[in-house]
């Protein structure tokens, strides 16, 4: 059974740069597409995007200039990081993976909220 | 994007009710739907994947129907701990994954 576990700042001012790390045990990193999910009341849930152990990565278009999914597999760990921060980046930012494909996700983090505020 | 769009937004029903929630993709994803469930303070948990696909340990009476555009989740003999909030999510297209708005079922 994979686990995940998100940590990070909880708060980050404006135009600043956000950085969260995601530890995974119970599963093997080479395996999976790794995913960012966030939720907040005005957008719902969110698909950030995910990064694959080969490298690869999507990203969400509307997210795409600021964002930068990263792995280091000898850390079993993925990382994100979205800069140019506004309030409108709050909210609840979960890791999350699945079988079957990259848009599946059995596996969440148990979310680590993010509040943007000066 | 697909948009995906949840009817109802909110219900009210009684232990032991039938129950549908609908999602309607804005064009045709197949099979490729997926339904969350999640309380209060936590994180979604999947229920059911590629439209129909009860995932491990979750009960019978949740049941997922539909394809191409109109999807339905329904969950029949409806139990205390069944009262959350439901999402759908395509995983037809990407980028991006997309979630519906949610539906809240309501204890009445």
């Known amino acids: 059974q994979v686990q995940l576990q998100e940590s990070g700042p909880g708060l980050v001012k404006p135009s600043e740069t956000l950085s969260l790390t995601c530890s995974v045990s119970g599963g093997s990193i080479s395996r999976y597409y790794w995913t960012w999910i966030r939720q907040s009341p005005e957008k719902g849930l969110e698909w950030i995007g995910c990064?694959?152990?080969?490298?690869?990565?999507n990203y969400n278009p509307s997210l795409e200039s600021r964002v930068s999914i990263s792995l280091d597999t000898s850390k079993s760990q993925f990382s994100l990081r979205l800069n140019s921060l506004t309030a409108a980046d709050t909210g609840v930012y979960y890791c999350a993976t699945g079988e079957g494909g990259s848009g599946n996700f059995q596996y969440w983090g148990q979310g680590a909220l993010v509040t943007v505020s000066s | 994007d697909i948009q995906m769009t949840q009817s109802p937004s909110s219900l009210s029903a009684s232990v032991g009710d039938t129950v549908t929630i609908t999602c309607r993709a804005s064009r045709t994803i197949s099979h490729y739907l997926n339904w969350y469930q999640q309380k209060p303070g936590k994180a979604p948990k999947a229920l059911i994947l590629?439209?129909?696909s009860l995932q491990s340990g979750v009960p019978s009476r949740f049941r997922g129907s539909g394809s191409e555009t109109e999807f339905n989740l329904t969950i029949t003999r409806l139990q205390p701990e069944d009262f959350a909030r439901y999402y759908c999510?395509?995983?037809?297209?990407?980028?991006?994954?997309?979630f519906g708005q949610g539906t809240t079922v309501e204890i009445k």
């Open positions: 999510q395509q995983s037809f297209s990407t980028p991006p994954y997309t």
């Open positions: 590629a439209a129909s």
């Open positions: 990064v694959y152990h080969t490298g690869f990565t």
